[in-house]
């Protein structure tokens, strides 16, 4: 389990590099790191410390803070991001700071205004994400944010708004979404718009999203270091324009320092509309740097710029070292300035030939990084992105923005300006809609090992190379392990099951040699936000199995069959069964006791639900398709949510044989594991698929009291994260990991 050195130690590497850097100055480049470790070191264990303390969690805090960012509306609840000012518990003071991301359930129509103070009564809890291969780590995600704690409001507390902060960018950023909207109406262009105008990406949905990443262009919807970029372009082709119109100007303001200046404004002024998000921090310290010394008339090589922008933002935010977006950014620009000639090209042709190798180089060479991040890549996106990024950079964005400065003199002018820019998205977005349904437009990869990355990385510096560089081409064979990676099936006869991390839920992987199951796919919440698309698709993806063969929903509740639409969406070829088919969001033939299948020497055998019985004598948990898989060395007994009354009739049908791993049935509830269905089962294992901090207290105390009195040892996703069972065709079935507790950085609780 790794951890932040202790204030102490950090101090005395201080010290010590210090004393070298004074003592012996030829040592300064080694120093210098260290400083920059003890740095970042202290500045991240800063962020943990303001975190919720563990005793103070499930408690009612009374809170005053400012709404931070822009609030999302949703038909279940509002939520948004609170800036604690200061808290009380029980009347006392408490020291809380930090930012609170929160729920409001049936909150008031003024609740989701950016920029207003309120006074709150909230329940809160330390951040704390889903563990599981391939998904997105949202407590890391959680400390590049500053959340301190994560919770809702609660109703019957002093609720009420009391003030509203003075100066207030998001506020503004808000009332220019507000605009467009009414300008534009209710249309995919509206959405897009304000992605490209304030950053606002609140109205998108999946859809979108889905096309963006199939065609490499999800930096188009993002306000990045480009968007940023074109401002600039703006504001200094505005100042050459008035210039050349008024000659007499330049006797008060030269062109340059004129030009050099308002880009400058621009140039911050749409960065702060964007929320000074990282590209754009990196974007607008290189546009500072490069207008400043155009200002003073003196040079300042690019790569220089670049070497400014990053130690800029490193120590305004070394923490920003853990976001995706510092590498691809900073890699990508350092990539253009070092391999791209930077001879003045003339004419369309040398337009083109510049453009079209820029984006050859950004789709070839950051790949390595973007399967290590993501875990995909877009085959379309150099072709995409050599029709979208001239678009949006040449019509889109000047468009959009031109709208925003006329908006408080001429709002029609602005809607005429918006209306032109909403159907030049729009047609530009039914042409990426079409190319994302192209053959291999969705390309995922496994998990990507830090050699494969790194062997990757220098294969793409290698292909880019100048020209003279002997054998250029052979840096493709480099980028083998990447693209062929080692997958490691089970043998004939042997599976691997992995239960996930889905929080109060269940869904189970399992893998043999050439076939993939499906066991129940999670929840899905009002938000839309769902466990197959956030659990159970980055799993298959990240271990490179696939395609799934076969989907079992053990029941109807929404904890076990809520992902299932993204699944089916996923592999509409999968063979499918469910306990209640009648409950199912897709349709699925019924699950009976009595069907069986083989793969790869490992069978397959569903025990309940009895056709006799159903569905007159069983309803809700007790229909649960319950599935025995039998391998040579171990086996796995899935359960579902099957109580007391049907753990009988499942026992009956388990004969003695190899080692068996038992998935608790109900998570872990008071109506089910019996003490007499523990001592017919004898499982070597069990595993439960509970919530942290869970509202049933699941799993009950009772229920593993019982596990410990049969001798039987327990692991509980909400404590281990997924949970990966190995189950050889000659041996007895091993725990090879467990996600939370084996992979453990200092951010994750």
Not at 456 to 470: D, Y
Not at 620 to 638: K, P, W
């Amino acid at each position: 389990m790794s951890a932040l050195p202790p204030v102490w130690c950090l101090l005395g590497l201080a010290i010590a590099a210090g004393f070298v850097l004074w003592r012996w100055p030829a040592c300064r480049g080694p120093c210098w790191i260290v400083l920059a470790f003890v740095y970042g070191a202290w500045r991240a264990g800063h962020v943990l410390q303001q975190r919720l303390p563990s005793r103070l969690e499930r408690q009612d805090f009374e809170v005053v803070g400012v709404v931070e960012g822009l609030p999302q509306v949703r038909a279940d609840a509002d939520r948004f991001v609170l800036q604690v000012e200061k808290a009380r518990l029980h009347g006392a003071p408490v020291a809380l700071h930090g930012r609170l991301r929160l729920a409001w359930y049936r909150a008031p129509a003024t609740a989701a205004q950016p920029c207003l103070r309120w006074r709150l009564r909230v329940r809160l809890r330390r951040p704390r994400g889903f563990i599981d291969p391939g998904a997105f780590d949202g407590e890391r995600q959680a400390l590049l944010a500053r959340i301190a704690a994560v919770g809702y409001v609660r109703a019957g507390g002093p609720n009420r708004a009391i003030g509203r902060r003075a100066l207030c960018i998001d506020g503004l950023r808000a009332r220019f979404a507000q605009a467009i909207d009414a300008a534009v109406g209710p249309q995919r262009g509206a959405r897009l718009l304000r992605a490209l105008g304030v950053g606002d990406k609140r109205a998108l949905k999946d859809r979108d999203w889905r096309i963006a990443r199939a065609n490499g262009v999800s930096h188009l919807l993002a306000i990045s270091g480009f968007h940023i970029g074109v401002a600039a372009l703006l504001g200094a082709a505005l100042v050459q324009g008035l210039w050349r119109l008024w000659p007499a100007l330049g006797r008060r303001c030269p062109r340059p320092v004129a030009a050099a200046a308002v880009a400058m404004v621009l140039a911050a002024i749409y960065a702060a509309l964007a929320g000074l998000g990282l590209p754009t921090q990196r974007a607008l310290v290189m546009i500072v740097v490069l207008a400043a010394a155009r200002a003073s008339r003196r040079y300042v090589h690019p790569l220089q710029a670049w070497s400014l922008a990053l130690a800029a933002v490193l120590l305004f935010d070394p923490l920003s070292v853990l976001s995706a977006g510092f590498w691809l950014s900073f890699a990508a620009v350092a990539l253009l300035l070092s391999v791209l000639d930077r001879r003045r090209t003339r004419g369309l042709r040398g337009w083109l030939h510049s453009t079209g190798r820029a984006q050859v180089l950004m789709t070839v060479a950051l790949l390595p990084l973007t399967a290590w991040f993501f875990g995909q890549g877009a085959p379309w996106g150099l072709l995409a992105n050599l029709f979208a990024i001239p678009v949006v950079s040449a019509l889109a964005v000047p468009l959009t923005l031109a709208g925003m400065a006329l908006w408080p003199v001429s709002p029609p002018a602005a809607g005429f300006l918006w209306r032109v820019a909403s159907m030049v998205m729009r047609r530009l977005w039914g042409v990426l809609a079409a190319m994302a349904q192209w053959p291999g437009a969705h390309w995922y990869l496994p998990a990507v090992s830090a050699g494969a990355l790194a062997l990757a990385c220098i294969g793409a510096l290698w292909l880019f190379a100048p020209r003279g560089v002997p054998g250029r081409w052979l840096g493709l064979a480099l980028w083998l392990p990447l693209a062929w990676p080692a997958l490691h099936a089970p043998a004939d006869g042997a599976f691997r099951a992995t239960v996930l991390d889905v929080g109060q839920g269940l869904s189970v992987l399992v893998r043999t040699r050439h076939h993939l199951l499906v066991y129940d796919t999670g929840a899905r919440y009002p938000s839309g936000f769902n466990f197959g698309d956030a659990a159970v698709l980055p799993a298959i993806r990240a271990d490179g199995a696939g395609p799934v063969d076969r989907v079992v929903i053990s029941h109807g509740d929404n904890d076990h069959a809520g992902g299932a639409r993204a699944v089916v969406r996923a592999f509409p070829h999968a063979r499918r069964l469910s306990g209640e088919p009648d409950r199912m969001p897709v349709p699925m033939p019924a699950c009976q006791a009595g069907q069986r299948w083989h793969w790869d020497g490992v069978r397959m055998r569903v025990l309940s639900p009895p056709a006799r019985l159903r569905p007159l004598l069983l309803h809700g948990n007790d229909r649960s398709c319950v599935l025995l898989i039998e391998g040579r060395g171990g086996r796995l007994l899935l359960t579902g949510d099957i109580t007391r009354r049907m753990e009988p009739l499942v026992a009956r049908q388990i004969d003695k044989g190899a080692p068996l791993v038992l998935v608790v049935p109900h998570h872990g509830s008071n109506t089910s594991s019996s003490a007499a269905f523990l001592a017919a089962l004898r499982p070597q294992l069990a595993v439960v698929s509970a919530g942290w901090l869970n509202r049933f207290g699941h799993p009950r105390p009772k229920v593993l009291a019982r596990y410990r009195k049969a001798g039987v040892p327990v692991l509980n996703t909400a404590r281990s994260g997924a949970v990966v069972l190995r189950f050889p065709a000659a041996g007895t079935p091993t725990v090879t990991h467990r996600w939370r507790l084996d992979r453990h950085p200092y951010w994750r609780e």
